[in-house]
């Protein structure tokens, strides 16, 4: 069985601030990891991905994320906060091979202070 | 090119009835999965769809059936409605490509109240 746990349901930070959210992972398998974001009244948009290449994985608008199997962690990070950032984010992992289900985080609500 | 497409919107119905949502998948993409994402938590996965076939079910009740038509596109049905499906059913799409991941792309749901 797989399940993700995000530590902090909602996280604060100022405009050019780092932003940090957490994502702690369970998995009997292989993981794929994956964050995505979801602004008011819309679906999901893809961040990044971890698919076992390289560990810290690089996404759009800034965020990175970096794969600790012996933590079994996969944070995202962004060096500097913009008021754009503002949204609900979520992590998720699924299987490798075969049909993958995406299973998620309860999500973070990040907030940017001006 | 277009994404992922989710019809209707939003959706009111009442206990009892029952709701068809349906789901246009990107272009090139042949398989559909569908999540409900209640009010402050994370999409639950209900099921997938590949090659008109239910391949991969969550924990959902036999009151959650789906579709999948030859074109790719995809029907999520709901009966006997009750409060608690009130949320936000979320449609992806991906392309089966055999090489262990799939990435999946999202529309932008349909909301749905049981009043």
């Known amino acids: 069985a797989q399940s993700v746990t995000q530590l902090g349901s909602h996280v604060s930070v100022s405009e050019g601030a780092l932003v940090l959210l957490r994502c702690n992972y369970s998995?009997?398998?292989?993981?794929?990891l994956f964050w995505y974001v979801q602004y008011p009244n819309q679906g999901l948009q893809l961040l990044l991905k971890?698919?076992?290449?390289?560990?810290l994985v690089k996404g759009i608008n800034g965020f990175e994320a970096e794969f600790k199997k012996s933590e079994t962690s996969f944070h995202l990070t962004k060096p500097s906060a913009h008021m754009s950032d503002a949204a609900e984010y979520f992590c998720a992992v699924s299987r490798q091979w075969g049909a993958q289900k995406l299973v998620f985080g309860q999500g973070t609500r990040l907030t940017i202070n001006p | 090119d277009a994404g992922v497409t989710q019809s209707p919107t939003h959706l009111i119905k009442t206990r009892g009835q029952q709701v068809t949502l349906r789901c246009s998948p990107k272009s090139g993409h042949d398989t559909v999965s569908w999540y409900q994402q209640a009010l402050g938590q994370g999409p639950q996965f209900i099921f997938q769809?590949?090659?008109?076939?239910?391949?991969q079910r969550g924990n959902f009740p036999d009151r959650f059936s789906g579709h999948q038509f030859p074109n790719y596109s995809s029907e999520l049905n709901v009966n006997a409605l009750l409060l608690g499906d009130s949320a936000l059913y979320l449609c992806a799409s991906s392309l089966a490509n055999g090489l262990g991941y799939d990435e999946q792309y999202f529309g932008p749901g349909t909301r749905l109240t049981v009043t």
């Open positions: 971890y698919t076992s290449a390289a560990t």
């Open positions: 769809y590949y090659e008109e076939e239910e391949r």
């Open positions: 998995s009997s398998v292989p993981p794929y």
